[in-house]
């Protein structure tokens, strides 16, 4: 088991897949409290890149949507979510960017890609 503080310590021990929303939930808190770290341990970040193993493989059986494009996925994101184009400036760093992106006259890059992963709570391989 990797050592970690038992603040980000899960109830059930050691992470093990996920088995049911209330788990999944759980998984993310805790990853959400490591990502907002400054300066995780080596320990921590190995605790988390478990996590985002076990999350990516429970949202792909669960939450996949199937043959959507990143474009697709976004929008279908901004739907959910009331969100308009400046809604997302702090993601991509100005309204210009947010609407090349939209109209698809820029692709998504990693750093967007991780922000937006981190704002709606997703695995990123969902804009891939």
Known sequence: MIAVSDRYALEVGSPTPIASERQHAEYLSVLDKLARKENPTRE??????????LIEAYEENHYSIPDASPLEV?????????LRQKDLVPIFGSESIVSEVLNKKRALNKTHIEKLSKRFRISPAVFF
């Open 44 to 53: 921590e970040e190995k605790y988390a890149e478990v996590l985002v193993t």
């Open 74 to 82: 976004l929008r279908t994101l901004m739907d959910a979510n009331a």
